[in-house]
């Protein structure tokens, strides 16, 4: 089983700063890597895919990068509606089965 | 508009059983993967079972096989998940997921199933 490994557990950024989340995983992964968001009482949200392409209508100040075992989700200039809990997933393995890594909770500081 | 709809969670004792129902619309379920993920309370999300586009393959996260049975019903655009002899540990939000090249595009609204005696 592939293990992923998110960093920080808790993430505090003013609004207007850039925030950096770390996803590691235990096993290369290649570039199937995706990142999600998660508001307080609503599902999970795909933001990023193939370690860095954006889904459709995501904005353009959510980047990611990364490949092989190092991930990163990289917000430029944090906006209210940012805050929440990030979560990455890999999609490498067959049988499906896709892990997620703990989470990164972004709180305002 | 593409949705996903969830019914069937509720509150069961432990040993009981459930049947959740997922009812997708805006768009051809029969050509997509679906699965199913769980959140915990307070918790982060666990991947629990994928089933292909014809149901002719379908796979299980290790701590519910031989519990759990995913199905479809490509007729009624529908996803089933049978979980039986239901324990405590599965107390989870449950939801509804169409992959999306084994990305989770589209979500459900969730159904919370409780276990507790």
Redesign the interface.
Known sequence: EIVLTQSPATLSVSPGERATLSCRASQSVST?L?W?Q?KPGQ????LI?GASTR?AGVPARFSGSGSGTEFTLTISSLQSEDFAVY?C?Q?KNW?????????TKLEIK | EVQLVESGGGSVQPGGSLRLSCAASGFTFNTYWMAWVRQAPGKGLEWVASIKQDGGERFYVDSVKGRFTLSRDNAKNSLYLQMNALRAADTAVYYCVREDHATYVVWGQGTLVTVSS
Do not use: D, H, K, V
């Not at chain 1, 599902?43 to 795909?46: E, I, K, T």
């Not at chain 1, 049988?95 to 989470?103: I, L, V």
């Open positions: 199937n995706a999600y998660q599902a999970p949200r795909l895919s889904a979560y997933q999609y049988p499906p089965m896709y892990t997620f890594g703990q989470g």
